[in-house]
């Protein structure tokens, strides 16, 4: 196995509990000029899935005991990627008509390299909300890549991979299947199924459009305020942390409390979208009880209150809700997501993003 040797000196470093990180390098790798990407400079207007999921970045740590491939060959495929999600190294733009665009410039991902000098037993576990995770990850502010990747190497051979995409890019199934083609090629496999890349064939309206659902997720910033398909399992744990949560937070007895659920649309339209499709295709569920009920009435009774809310939202809201999206062309104020404000412990709304 190719094994990668570390400078003696390193550049800079980041503190990491009572050791200090060592920055190898920091650097922005395009598509591989042997890949079959071509740099195209198309434009991709966002769709209004898209448009509807987070304006950040979202951070995700995969940790890995040796024996590993080496940083080269890790990079080298992430190159090879690009021929086949090109959207990941472009960059945000906006079009003639002003609607934000993705461009396929290759403009490139930004890839940092580290060295930790402990084995990686000796930190695990950890999570990306820490102080140790947040240091083996990118920066997530005033970042204008669309992906970036961190590559930290332990002492042991070890390798901690953090991970930040752009949530208007893609979803997290579409990342997944991202990080599993990338895993493929870096094995020397082919990527199977490619991934589906046809935005606007999942998006489109009717004719006339015609929104006929309430969808409390998206509003006109202008009088914005902050404010999964779920498997029986799924559910049961939802409506045991729901119950928990709430007799915790002592809410009064006769006020409301809902949950936020995300749910994918691919299996849910008609006619189904592909799993492997690249993009965003998630809207939200929002079950709601009142206090007294949920904390008395069984766990049953409350799973079923989630499922029925995940239920309804099917082809046709998906549908309404791509129409909507088409009825607000033209219209002042620009549309924005409504999401819960973090870290307000007397709200008594939750979300679940998985």
């Known amino acids: 196995m190719e094994q990668t040797f570390w400078p003696s000196k390193p550049r800079d470093s980041r503190k990491n509990s009572d ?98 000098p402990i084995t990686l037993a000796e930190q695990l576990p950890f999570t990306p909300a820490s102080e140790v995770g947040k240091n083996l990850l990118p920066p997530l502010e005033g970042v204008e890549e669309l992906l970036q990747v961190q590559l930290n190497r332990y002492a042991c051979d070890g390798l901690v991979l953090g991970l930040s995409s752009h949530h208007r890019v893609a979803d997290g199934q579409s990342m997944r299947y991202f990080t599993v083609s990338w895993a493929n090629l870096v094995r020397g496999l082919d990527i199977e199924p490619l991934p589906y890349h046809h935005r606007d064939a999942v998006s489109v309206p009717r004719n006339p459009p015609k929104s006929e659902f309430d969808h ?85 009774y409350v799973a079923k209150a989630i499922h029925e809310a995940v239920a309804k939202i099917d082809h046709e809201y998906f549908q309404s809700f791509i129409d909507f999206g088409e009825l607000w062309k033209g219209k002042e104020g620009e549309l924005v997501v409504m999401v819960l404000e973090a870290g307000n412990a007397a709200c008594p709304n939750l979300e679940v993003d998985s």
């Open 216 to 300: 409390p997720s998206m509003d006109s910033k202008q009088r914005c305020a902050k404010e999964a398909n779920a498997t029986a399992l799924f559910e049961c744990i939802l409506s045991h942390m729901w119950k928990k949560m709430t007799q915790a937070q002592g809410l009064e007895q006769d006020e409301f409390t809902q949950v936020r659920v995300a749910v994918n649309g691919r299996d849910r339209m008609n006619p189904p979208v592909p799993k492997e499709y690249f993009g965003n295709l998630v809207l939200w569920a929002y079950p709601r009880l009142r206090v007294k009920d949920l904390l008395q009435e069984s766990h049953a």
């Open 19 to 116: 050791k200090a990180i060592e920055l190898i390098n920091d650097t922005i790798l395009k598509a591989s000029p042997s890949s079959e990407y071509t740099t195209s400079n198309a434009l991709v207007p966002l769709t209004i899935f898209d448009r509807a999921a987070s304006d950040l970045h979202v951070p995700i740590l995969y940790a890995f005991r040796a024996p590993l491939p080496s940083n080269e060959a890790i990079k080298e495929g992430l190159s090879k990627a690009f021929a086949h999600y090109p959207h990941l190294a472009g960059r945000f733009t906006t079009d003639d008509q002003g609607r934000i665009c993705i461009i396929l410039s290759n403009a490139g991902v930004r890839v940092i390299e580290t060295y930790v």
